[in-house]
C-alpha cells in the first residue's frame, strides 16, 4: 500500500519552512502538484523550487481574509482546481494571561483560526461542485489539553478543532472530508528557542522521550489527503511520542 497523489493539487498554508515545508515535500514526493504559501513571494517561491516537481510558490497573509479569498482563487486558476487544503500556518505570541495584550491575543486567533476559516470558505465552492475535497487543519495538543502561558493559542487551537468538526459536519454530503493533526513538540523554528532545561524537563512528559520531526506530522498528513483515508472525517490525530494518553 503506497500513498499516491498523483493528479491531485494541493495547497498548504505556511510552507515555506517547517511543518508546512515538510508536508509540501511528502504531498510533492507522492505526486501532487502543491502550492507552497508564505507571506513573502520570493521565500515562497525559494521554498516551492526546493520542494521541486511542479510546486509553485504563492504569497498570501491568512489574517487578511481578502487575500486569502484571492489566493484560493489564484492557486484555482494556475492549478485548474485545488483537491487538498492544509491550513497549516500558525504563530504564538506567548505570556502569561495577565500579562497577555489584545494585540497578542488578536494576532494568534486570527492567524491560526480566522486564516483557517476565510481558507475553508474560499474553497469550499470549488470542492462542492467537484463532490470531493480534503481539508487539513494543523492543530495542537495544547488545544486539547491547555497549556501555562498560551491562553491565546491553546484557544486558537481549540477553535480550529471544533471548526474541523463544525465544517465536517458540513460538507460530508459533499465527499469533503474534514480532518485535523494535532502535533505535541516538533523540532522546528516555532520549538528552537526552548532552553537545554526546558527541552530535559519536556522530554520528562514524553513516552518517547524526546520531541517529534516535521517528517513526523507530514506522513499521517499525506496519509489524511490520500485515497486511503477515504471514510475518515471530523477526527483529530494526536502526534506527540505520547505525551497525551
Ligand atoms: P514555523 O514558525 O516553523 O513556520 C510557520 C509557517 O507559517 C511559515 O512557513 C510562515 O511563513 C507561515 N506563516 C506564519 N504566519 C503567517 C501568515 N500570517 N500568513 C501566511 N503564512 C504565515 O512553525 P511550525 O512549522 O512549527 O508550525 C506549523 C503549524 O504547526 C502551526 O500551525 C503550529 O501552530 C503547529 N504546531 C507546531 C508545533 C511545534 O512544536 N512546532 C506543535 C503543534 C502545532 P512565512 O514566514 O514565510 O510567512
Known amino acids: 500500500m503506497k500513498i499516491d497523489l498523483s493528479g491531485k493539487n494541493a495547497l498548504i498554508t505556511g510552507s515555506t519552512r517547517g511543518i508546512g515545508r515538510a508536508i509540501a515535500e511528502a504531498f510533492a514526493e507522492s505526486g501532487a502538484r502543491v502550492a507552497v504559501v508564505g507571506r513573502d513571494q520570493q521565500r515562497a517561491d525559494e521554498a516551492a523550487s526546493a520542494v521541486g516537481r511542479d510546486a509553485k510558490g504563492f504569497a498570501a497573509d491568512v489574517t487578511d481574509t481578502a487575500a486569502v479569498a484571492k489566493l484560493i482563487d489564484d492557486v484555482e486558476k494556475a492549478f485548474g482546481s ?3 487544503l492544509v491550513n497549516n500556518a500558525g504563530i504564538t505570541r506567548d505570556n502569561l494571561v495577565m500579562r497577555l495584550k489584545d ?30 475535497g480534503r481539508i487539513i487543519n494543523i492543530a495542537s495538543i495544547v488545544g486539547m489539553i491547555g497549556n ?17 468538526k463544525s465544517v465536517a459536519k458540513e460538507l460530508g454530503s459533499r465527499n469533503i472530508l474534514v480532518n485535523a493533526v494535532a502535533p505535541g513538540f516538533i523540532e522546528t523554528e516555532m520549538t528552537a528557542s526552548m ?28 496519509f489524511l489527503a490520500s485515497d486511503l483515508a477515504s471514510y475518515i472525517t471530523g ?5 506527540d511520542g505520547g505525551m497525551v494518553m
Open 82 to 84: 485545488i483537491d487538498i
Open 148 to 164: 501555562k502561558g498560551q491562553a491565546n493559542y491553546s484557544a486558537s487551537k481549540a477553535g480550529l478543532i471544533a471548526l474541523t
Open 235 to 239: 477526527q483529530v490525530f494526536v502526534v
Open 103 to 132: 494585540e497578542d491575543w488578536d494576532a494568534v486567533l486570527n492567524a491560526n483560526l480566522r486564516g483557517a476559516f476565510a481558507a475553508i470558505r474560499a474553497v469550499s465552492r470549488g470542492m462542492m461542485k467537484k463532490r470531493s
Open 195 to 222: 532552553t537545554p532545561e526546558a527541552r530535559e524537563a519536556l522530554g520528562k512528559q514524553i513516552a518517547l522521550e524526546r520531541l517529534g520531526s516535521a517528517q513526523d506530522v507530514a506522513a499521517i498528513v499525506a
